[in-house]
Protein backbone atom coordinates (compact mmCIF):
# COMPACT_ATOMS: atom_id res chain seq x y z
CA UNK A 1 0.00 0.00 0.00
CA UNK A 2 1.60 2.95 -0.72
CA UNK A 3 1.67 6.15 1.44
CA UNK A 4 -1.65 8.14 -0.93
CA UNK A 5 -3.77 5.15 0.03
CA UNK A 6 -2.60 4.21 3.48
CA UNK A 7 -3.35 7.93 4.48
CA UNK A 8 -6.89 7.29 3.13
CA UNK A 9 -7.55 3.82 4.91
CA UNK A 10 -6.07 5.72 8.24
CA UNK A 11 -8.17 8.86 7.86
CA UNK A 12 -11.39 6.71 7.14
CA UNK A 13 -10.29 4.64 10.59
CA UNK A 14 -10.01 7.79 12.71
CA UNK A 15 -13.20 9.59 11.04
CA UNK A 16 -10.90 13.08 12.34
CA UNK A 17 -7.72 13.04 13.46
CA UNK A 18 -8.73 15.75 16.72
CA UNK A 19 -10.98 14.79 19.65
CA UNK A 20 -12.13 17.40 22.63
CA UNK A 21 -11.67 16.24 26.22
CA UNK A 22 -12.78 17.86 28.96
CA UNK A 23 -9.94 18.32 31.69
CA UNK A 24 -12.85 18.37 34.95
CA UNK A 25 -14.62 15.16 36.10
CA UNK A 26 -18.09 15.73 36.76
CA UNK A 27 -19.32 12.98 38.73
CA UNK A 28 -21.16 14.13 41.41
CA UNK A 29 -23.64 16.99 41.95
CA UNK A 30 -21.07 19.50 43.39
CA UNK A 31 -18.41 19.20 40.56
CA UNK A 32 -21.31 19.90 38.46
CA UNK A 33 -22.03 22.79 40.14
CA UNK A 34 -18.50 24.11 40.45
CA UNK A 35 -17.98 23.50 36.61
CA UNK A 36 -21.32 24.19 35.17
CA UNK A 37 -24.58 26.41 36.50
CA UNK A 38 -24.68 27.76 39.13
CA UNK A 39 -20.97 28.04 40.22
CA UNK A 40 -19.91 29.49 36.24
CA UNK A 41 -21.88 32.10 36.77
CA UNK A 42 -18.62 33.88 39.49
CA UNK A 43 -15.80 33.79 36.50
CA UNK A 44 -18.44 34.50 33.92
CA UNK A 45 -18.12 38.26 36.02
CA UNK A 46 -15.06 38.09 36.60
CA UNK A 47 -14.44 38.24 32.80
CA UNK A 48 -17.29 40.41 32.40
CA UNK A 49 -15.62 43.57 34.44
CA UNK A 50 -12.11 42.49 33.32
CA UNK A 51 -11.54 40.66 30.21
CA UNK A 52 -8.07 40.11 30.61
CA UNK A 53 -9.12 37.33 33.00
CA UNK A 54 -10.00 34.87 30.27
CA UNK A 55 -6.82 33.80 29.57
CA UNK A 56 -6.83 33.03 33.11
CA UNK A 57 -9.96 31.42 33.91
CA UNK A 58 -10.95 29.68 30.34
CA UNK A 59 -8.52 27.60 28.10
CA UNK A 60 -7.69 30.50 25.29
CA UNK A 61 -4.26 31.12 26.99
CA UNK A 62 -2.84 27.56 25.07
CA UNK A 63 -5.36 27.67 22.19
CA UNK A 64 -4.56 28.54 18.68
CA UNK A 65 -7.02 29.04 15.42
CA UNK A 66 -6.18 27.44 12.61
CA UNK A 67 -8.19 29.21 10.13
CA UNK A 68 -8.18 28.91 6.03
CA UNK A 69 -10.51 29.27 3.08
CA UNK A 70 -9.13 26.70 1.23
CA UNK A 71 -7.66 28.25 -1.68
CA UNK A 72 -3.92 26.73 -1.45
CA UNK A 73 -3.94 23.63 -0.21
CA UNK A 74 -0.85 21.81 -0.20
CA UNK A 75 0.20 21.67 -3.68
CA UNK A 76 -3.60 20.56 -5.02
CA UNK A 77 -4.37 24.12 -5.47
CA UNK A 78 -8.07 25.87 -5.09
CA UNK A 79 -10.13 22.73 -3.57
CA UNK A 80 -12.25 24.79 -0.82
CA UNK A 81 -12.61 24.74 2.59
CA UNK A 82 -14.47 21.28 3.44
CA UNK A 83 -11.82 19.56 1.31
CA UNK A 84 -8.77 21.62 3.28
CA UNK A 85 -10.05 20.16 6.50
CA UNK A 86 -7.92 17.20 7.11
CA UNK A 87 -4.36 19.65 6.65
CA UNK A 88 -5.95 22.09 9.09
CA UNK A 89 -6.70 19.25 11.58
CA UNK A 90 -3.05 17.68 10.61
CA UNK A 91 -1.79 21.29 11.82
CA UNK A 92 -3.84 20.93 14.72
CA UNK A 93 -2.41 17.54 15.50
CA UNK A 94 1.25 19.08 15.04
CA UNK A 95 0.79 21.90 17.27
CA UNK A 96 -0.35 19.39 20.29
CA UNK A 97 2.70 16.93 19.32
CA UNK A 98 5.56 18.93 19.00
CA UNK A 99 4.73 21.83 21.59
CA UNK A 100 1.67 21.09 24.03
CA UNK A 101 -0.49 24.01 22.57
CA UNK A 102 -4.29 23.34 21.46
CA UNK A 103 -5.39 24.15 18.07
CA UNK A 104 -8.73 24.39 16.76
CA UNK A 105 -9.49 23.45 12.63
CA UNK A 106 -11.53 26.21 11.23
CA UNK A 107 -12.89 26.45 7.01
CA UNK A 108 -14.00 30.23 6.46
CA UNK A 109 -16.75 29.50 2.85
CA UNK A 110 -15.41 32.99 1.59
CA UNK A 111 -12.84 33.98 -1.09
CA UNK A 112 -13.53 37.53 -0.30
CA UNK A 113 -10.39 38.91 2.30
CA UNK A 114 -13.14 41.55 3.79
CA UNK A 115 -16.03 38.66 4.61
CA UNK A 116 -13.18 36.57 5.95
CA UNK A 117 -11.84 38.69 7.86
CA UNK A 118 -15.05 39.76 9.80
CA UNK A 119 -16.09 36.37 10.26
CA UNK A 120 -12.59 35.75 12.60
CA UNK A 121 -12.43 38.97 13.73
CA UNK A 122 -15.38 38.12 15.25
CA UNK A 123 -14.56 34.87 17.37
CA UNK A 124 -11.05 35.79 18.13
CA UNK A 125 -12.04 36.29 21.73
CA UNK A 126 -11.94 32.49 21.91
CA UNK A 127 -8.54 31.65 20.97
CA UNK A 128 -4.77 33.42 21.98
CA UNK A 129 -3.36 32.91 18.48
CA UNK A 130 -4.41 32.94 15.06
CA UNK A 131 -2.66 30.26 12.38
CA UNK A 132 -3.36 31.00 8.67
CA UNK A 133 -3.06 28.79 6.25
CA UNK A 134 -3.14 27.31 2.90
CA UNK A 135 -4.67 30.90 1.83
CA UNK A 136 -3.16 31.91 -1.84
CA UNK A 137 -1.79 35.05 -2.96
CA UNK A 138 -2.39 38.28 -3.05
CA UNK A 139 -5.53 37.86 -0.80
CA UNK A 140 -3.06 36.34 2.43
CA UNK A 141 -1.13 39.33 2.37
CA UNK A 142 -4.15 41.48 2.86
CA UNK A 143 -5.96 38.89 4.75
CA UNK A 144 -2.96 38.70 7.50
CA UNK A 145 -2.33 42.47 7.37
CA UNK A 146 -5.62 43.46 7.81
CA UNK A 147 -6.68 41.03 10.79
CA UNK A 148 -3.29 42.25 12.78
CA UNK A 149 -5.17 45.52 12.67
CA UNK A 150 -8.34 44.39 13.33
CA UNK A 151 -7.28 42.19 16.91
CA UNK A 152 -4.67 41.95 19.86
CA UNK A 153 -3.67 38.41 19.71
CA UNK A 154 -0.83 36.88 17.11
CA UNK A 155 -1.92 36.53 13.68
CA UNK A 156 0.97 34.11 11.37
CA UNK A 157 0.66 33.15 8.01
CA UNK A 158 2.19 30.04 8.30
CA UNK A 159 2.67 29.37 4.75
CA UNK A 160 4.52 32.71 4.73
CA UNK A 161 6.48 33.21 7.97
CA UNK A 162 7.19 29.50 8.81
CA UNK A 163 8.57 28.70 5.65
CA UNK A 164 10.81 32.10 6.14
CA UNK A 165 12.21 31.25 9.40
CA UNK A 166 12.87 27.85 8.96
CA UNK A 167 14.64 28.35 5.59
CA UNK A 168 16.99 31.43 6.88
CA UNK A 169 18.15 29.16 9.81
CA UNK A 170 18.96 26.35 7.03
CA UNK A 171 21.32 29.53 5.09
CA UNK A 172 22.32 30.75 8.03
CA UNK A 173 23.99 27.44 8.94
CA UNK A 174 25.03 26.46 5.24
CA UNK A 175 27.09 29.96 5.34
CA UNK A 176 28.78 29.11 8.59
CA UNK A 177 29.74 25.46 7.50
CA UNK A 178 31.35 26.77 3.68
CA UNK A 179 32.82 29.79 5.44
CA UNK A 180 30.88 32.41 3.61
CA UNK A 181 29.41 35.55 4.61
CA UNK A 182 25.77 36.19 4.44
CA UNK A 183 26.58 39.51 3.42
CA UNK A 184 28.68 38.36 0.24
CA UNK A 185 25.68 35.74 -0.70
CA UNK A 186 23.90 36.11 -3.98
CA UNK A 187 20.20 34.34 -3.31
CA UNK A 188 18.39 33.29 -6.21
CA UNK A 189 14.25 32.73 -5.50
CA UNK A 190 12.39 31.30 -8.08
CA UNK A 191 8.39 31.52 -7.07
CA UNK A 192 7.17 34.72 -6.04
CA UNK A 193 4.32 34.39 -3.96
CA UNK A 194 3.58 34.30 -0.04
CA UNK A 195 6.49 31.77 0.77
CA UNK A 196 9.47 33.86 -1.69
CA UNK A 197 7.84 36.77 -0.39
CA UNK A 198 8.19 35.86 3.35
CA UNK A 199 11.55 34.52 2.53
CA UNK A 200 13.25 37.10 0.82
CA UNK A 201 12.38 40.09 3.18
CA UNK A 202 13.56 37.58 6.30
CA UNK A 203 17.26 37.01 4.23
CA UNK A 204 16.97 41.35 3.65
CA UNK A 205 16.79 41.02 7.48
CA UNK A 206 19.52 38.81 8.19
CA UNK A 207 21.98 40.58 6.36
CA UNK A 208 21.45 39.33 3.06
CA UNK A 209 21.95 41.81 0.47
CA UNK A 210 21.77 40.92 -3.30
CA UNK A 211 19.04 38.48 -4.13
CA UNK A 212 16.61 38.14 -7.14
CA UNK A 213 13.17 37.06 -7.58
CA UNK A 214 11.70 35.44 -10.45
CA UNK A 215 7.99 34.37 -11.30
CA UNK A 216 6.84 32.81 -14.32
CA UNK A 217 8.13 35.76 -15.98
CA UNK A 218 11.61 35.56 -15.32
CA UNK A 219 13.33 38.20 -13.34
CA UNK A 220 11.04 40.43 -11.09
CA UNK A 221 12.66 43.41 -11.88
CA UNK A 222 10.93 47.49 -10.75
CA UNK A 223 8.89 48.69 -12.77
CA UNK A 224 7.18 45.69 -13.97
CA UNK A 225 3.20 44.65 -12.98
CA UNK A 226 3.11 41.98 -10.57
CA UNK A 227 0.69 39.74 -8.85
CA UNK A 228 0.91 41.49 -5.51
CA UNK A 229 1.92 45.06 -3.61
CA UNK A 230 3.99 42.87 -1.41
CA UNK A 231 6.35 41.76 -4.54
CA UNK A 232 6.21 45.24 -6.14
CA UNK A 233 7.66 46.41 -2.80
CA UNK A 234 9.89 43.86 -2.55
CA UNK A 235 11.10 44.20 -6.34
CA UNK A 236 12.14 47.87 -5.03
CA UNK A 237 15.05 46.38 -2.95
CA UNK A 238 16.04 43.66 -4.90
CA UNK A 239 17.60 42.86 -8.31
CA UNK A 240 19.43 46.63 -7.99
CA UNK A 241 21.51 45.93 -11.15
CA UNK A 242 17.90 45.75 -12.96
CA UNK A 243 18.83 42.52 -14.80
CA UNK A 244 16.46 40.51 -16.88
CA UNK A 245 16.18 36.79 -18.12
CA UNK A 246 14.90 33.30 -17.61
CA UNK A 247 16.49 31.22 -14.43
CA UNK A 248 19.12 29.57 -16.00
CA UNK A 249 20.31 33.71 -16.54
CA UNK A 250 19.69 34.42 -12.93
CA UNK A 251 21.71 31.40 -11.64
CA UNK A 252 25.31 32.14 -13.15
CA UNK A 253 27.37 33.06 -10.64
CA UNK A 254 24.88 32.61 -7.87
CA UNK A 255 25.37 31.24 -4.45
CA UNK A 256 22.09 30.18 -3.31
CA UNK A 257 19.01 28.81 -4.81
CA UNK A 258 15.55 28.56 -3.45
CA UNK A 259 13.20 27.24 -5.20
CA UNK A 260 9.37 27.39 -4.01
CA UNK A 261 7.57 26.90 -7.53
CA UNK A 262 7.60 24.10 -9.31
CA UNK A 263 9.00 20.63 -10.30
CA UNK A 264 12.33 19.80 -12.16
CA UNK A 265 12.81 23.59 -13.48
CA UNK A 266 16.47 23.28 -12.73
CA UNK A 267 19.18 21.36 -14.44
CA UNK A 268 22.56 19.62 -13.04
CA UNK A 269 24.25 22.69 -15.90
CA UNK A 270 22.23 25.30 -13.55
CA UNK A 271 23.68 24.17 -10.64
CA UNK A 272 27.17 23.97 -12.51
CA UNK A 273 27.12 27.48 -13.15
CA UNK A 274 26.46 28.55 -9.76
CA UNK A 275 29.18 29.72 -7.50
CA UNK A 276 31.76 27.56 -5.75
CA UNK A 277 30.24 25.71 -2.77
CA UNK A 278 26.61 26.41 -3.92
CA UNK A 279 23.36 25.81 -1.89
CA UNK A 280 20.63 24.31 -3.24
CA UNK A 281 17.04 24.33 -1.47
CA UNK A 282 14.47 22.93 -3.97
CA UNK A 283 10.98 22.82 -2.03
CA UNK A 284 8.66 22.07 -4.75
CA UNK A 285 6.73 19.11 -3.02
CA UNK A 286 6.29 16.29 -3.75
CA UNK A 287 8.97 16.44 -7.05
CA UNK A 288 11.53 19.30 -5.91
CA UNK A 289 13.02 21.62 -8.65
CA UNK A 290 15.76 19.33 -9.34
CA UNK A 291 16.51 15.66 -7.22
CA UNK A 292 18.95 15.94 -4.58
CA UNK A 293 21.22 13.27 -6.59
CA UNK A 294 21.28 15.18 -9.43
CA UNK A 295 22.51 18.63 -7.63
CA UNK A 296 25.25 17.21 -5.69
CA UNK A 297 26.70 15.18 -8.96
CA UNK A 298 26.64 18.72 -10.20
CA UNK A 299 28.44 20.34 -7.43
CA UNK A 300 26.19 21.30 -5.15
CA UNK A 301 27.95 21.49 -1.27
CA UNK A 302 24.57 21.93 0.47
CA UNK A 303 21.08 20.36 -0.54
CA UNK A 304 17.81 20.99 1.30
CA UNK A 305 14.47 20.12 -0.30
CA UNK A 306 10.63 19.79 1.85
CA UNK A 307 10.58 16.19 1.39
CA UNK A 308 11.18 14.13 4.97
CA UNK A 309 13.41 10.93 3.35
CA UNK A 310 16.10 13.73 2.23
CA UNK A 311 18.53 15.23 4.40
CA UNK A 312 18.08 19.30 5.48
CA UNK A 313 13.92 18.92 5.28
CA UNK A 314 12.74 22.75 5.24
CA UNK A 315 10.24 21.50 7.54
CA UNK A 316 7.63 24.22 8.74
CA UNK A 317 7.05 22.18 11.95
CA UNK A 318 10.47 23.09 13.29
CA UNK A 319 9.13 26.97 13.81
CA UNK A 320 5.06 27.04 14.17
CA UNK A 321 4.74 24.55 17.22
CA UNK A 322 7.51 26.86 19.21
CA UNK A 323 6.52 30.26 17.93
CA UNK A 324 3.36 30.30 19.48
CA UNK A 325 4.65 28.51 22.47
CA UNK A 326 6.62 31.43 23.37
CA UNK A 327 3.92 33.89 22.01
CA UNK A 328 0.91 32.48 24.19
CA UNK A 329 3.58 31.89 26.91
CA UNK A 330 3.70 35.52 27.37
CA UNK A 331 0.02 36.25 25.95
CA UNK A 332 1.24 38.33 23.13
CA UNK A 333 -0.47 40.78 20.68
CA UNK A 334 1.54 40.77 17.83
CA UNK A 335 4.39 38.06 16.19
CA UNK A 336 6.62 40.74 15.28
CA UNK A 337 9.96 40.78 12.70
CA UNK A 338 12.31 40.11 15.65
CA UNK A 339 10.64 37.30 17.05
CA UNK A 340 10.72 35.53 13.84
CA UNK A 341 14.52 36.23 13.89
CA UNK A 342 15.18 35.13 17.42
CA UNK A 343 13.02 31.72 16.45
CA UNK A 344 15.05 31.46 12.99
CA UNK A 345 18.55 31.66 14.65
CA UNK A 346 17.07 29.59 17.29
CA UNK A 347 16.48 27.13 15.25
CA UNK A 348 19.67 27.24 14.03
CA UNK A 349 21.60 27.05 17.37
CA UNK A 350 19.74 23.59 17.49
CA UNK A 351 22.65 22.10 15.55
CA UNK A 352 25.70 21.55 17.32
CA UNK A 353 29.24 21.98 16.24
CA UNK A 354 29.49 18.40 16.09
CA UNK A 355 25.82 17.42 14.22
CA UNK A 356 27.05 21.04 11.11
CA UNK A 357 27.74 19.08 8.16
CA UNK A 358 26.41 19.13 3.99
CA UNK A 359 23.46 16.88 5.50
CA UNK A 360 22.75 18.35 8.25
CA UNK A 361 22.27 22.38 8.58
CA UNK A 362 19.04 22.65 10.00
CA UNK A 363 17.49 20.02 12.60
CA UNK A 364 15.16 17.43 12.89
CA UNK A 365 11.72 17.68 12.58
CA UNK A 366 11.42 14.92 15.82
CA UNK A 367 14.51 16.61 18.04
CA UNK A 368 12.71 17.46 21.32
CA UNK A 369 14.98 20.45 22.19
CA UNK A 370 13.79 22.48 19.20
CA UNK A 371 10.41 23.71 20.11
CA UNK A 372 11.52 24.47 23.71
CA UNK A 373 14.33 26.74 22.67
CA UNK A 374 12.49 28.26 19.48
CA UNK A 375 9.66 28.88 22.18
CA UNK A 376 11.93 30.36 24.37
CA UNK A 377 13.69 33.01 22.20
CA UNK A 378 10.28 33.97 20.62
CA UNK A 379 9.16 34.84 24.49
CA UNK A 380 12.13 36.86 24.72
CA UNK A 381 12.00 39.07 21.63
CA UNK A 382 8.32 39.46 22.41
CA UNK A 383 9.22 41.00 26.07
CA UNK A 384 11.81 43.43 24.59
CA UNK A 385 9.73 44.61 21.61
CA UNK A 386 6.99 45.51 23.60
CA UNK A 387 4.41 43.10 23.14
CA UNK A 388 4.00 40.90 25.75
CA UNK A 389 1.07 41.48 28.44
CA UNK A 390 2.83 38.90 30.66
CA UNK A 391 5.95 37.67 32.03
CA UNK A 392 6.99 33.97 30.60
CA UNK A 393 7.16 31.33 33.48
Given amino acids: MDIMEKALAAHEE ?47 NNLVAVITDGTAVLGLGDIGPLAAMPVMEGKCALFSEFAGVNAFPLCVNTKDPDEFCHAVSLIAGSFG ?3 LEDISAPRCFEIEQKLKTMVDIPVFHDDQHGTAVVASAAIMNAAKLAGKSLGDLRVIINGAGAAGVAIAKMLLTIGVKEILMLNSKGIVCEGDKLSSDALTELSKITNREHLRGTLADAMKGADVFIGVSKPNLVTAEMVRSMNEKPFIFAMANPTPEIMPDIAKEAGAFVVGTGRSDFPNQ ?6 FPGIFKGALSVRASDITENMKLAAAMAIADCVSEDQLCPDCVIPNPFDPKVSAAVAEAVAAAAIKDGVARICAD
Fill in 14 to 60: WGGKLTITSRVKIKDQDALSVAYTPGVARPCLEIQNNPALSYDLTGR
Fill in 129 to 131: GIN
Fill in 314 to 319: INNVLA
